[in-house]
Structures are given as structure tokens and as C-alpha cells.
């Protein structure tokens, strides 16, 4: 059996090398294309918004006041997430306190602040 000449052992190394770089690369690429399309369905991601700022979206989509369940309906049909009541309605709470995005219009009910204040 002949012996390889060091110059072709070189080339075979190269090529393995550049075909897995290849491969490394257009990974990367799918990748990036799926994020780019998750990311115009869901401008953050619905795995990456918390809870407050789904419950934003869609106190903003809707355009009016809803009742927390009516939130939590919502959030699971939009995101595909079932949020914990109890935790929801505490981050709700304390930012409508703070005078932070959202406020209380009702009982249980929430809006956003600045578009849903009561005069």
C-alpha cells in the first residue's frame, strides 16, 4: 500500500476541517432564521416575557380593562404558558402601587396606566 504524502495528509485535514466549519456555519444560519421568524410572532419570545409583560400585551391588544381570569385565558391561548394567579395578580398590585403600568379599575380587574385611569 502506498504511503501518503504529507502534502495530501495536509489537504485531508483542511477539508475535514473546512466541511465541519461548513456545517457549523449553516447551522448558526437555521438557527438564526428560526429565532428571526419566533421573533416576529412574538417580538420577545414567549418563553422569555414574564408575566407582567404578557399581561401588558394584552391588556394593550385588548384595549380595555379585563378581570385577572380573563388575563390568564388570555396568556394561555397567546403564549401557550399557564400563569400562576396568586403571582400575577401580586406583580399587578405592586406596580399599579407604584404608579407603574398598570392600575386597578375594578375588583380583580386591571388596566393600563394611562389609558384606563378612572377620573
Given at each position: 500500500?502506498?504511503?501518503?504524502?504529507?502534502?495530501?495528509?495536509?489537504?485531508?485535514?483542511?477539508?475535514?476541517?473546512?466541511?465541519?466549519?461548513?456545517?457549523?456555519?449553516?447551522?448558526?444560519?437555521?438557527?438564526?432564521?428560526?429565532?428571526?421568524?419566533a421573533?416576529?410572532?412574538?417580538?420577545?419570545?414567549?418563553?422569555?416575557?414574564?408575566?407582567?409583560?404578557?399581561?401588558?400585551?394584552?391588556?394593550?391588544?385588548?384595549?380595555?380593562?379585563?378581570?385577572?381570569l380573563?388575563?390568564?385565558?388570555?396568556?394561555?391561548?397567546?403564549?401557550?404558558?399557564?400563569?400562576?394567579?396568586?403571582?400575577?395578580?401580586?406583580?399587578?398590585?405592586?406596580?399599579?402601587?407604584?404608579?407603574?403600568?398598570?392600575?386597578?379599575?375594578?375588583?380583580?380587574?386591571?388596566?393600563l396606566?394611562?389609558?384606563?385611569?378612572?377620573?
Open positions: 500500500m502506498p504511503r501518503s504524502k504529507p502534502a495530501d495528509e495536509w489537504l485531508n485535514i483542511t477539508e475535514t476541517l473546512l466541511r465541519a466549519q461548513l456545517t457549523a456555519i449553516e447551522e448558526l444560519r437555521s438557527r438564526r432564521e428560526k429565532a428571526a421568524a421573533a416576529q410572532e412574538h417580538p420577545r419570545g414567549p418563553k422569555h416575557m414574564s408575566q407582567t409583560d404578557m399581561a401588558y400585551d394584552i391588556l394593550t391588544r385588548a384595549g380595555e380593562p379585563l378581570h385577572i380573563e388575563i390568564i385565558e388570555r396568556a394561555k391561548a397567546q403564549y401557550g404558558r399557564q400563569l400562576s394567579r396568586d403571582s400575577l395578580v401580586s406583580a399587578i398590585v405592586k406596580k399599579a402601587a407604584k404608579g407603574q403600568q398598570f392600575v386597578k379599575t375594578g375588583k380583580n380587574t386591571y388596566g396606566l394611562g389609558r384606563d385611569e378612572r377620573p
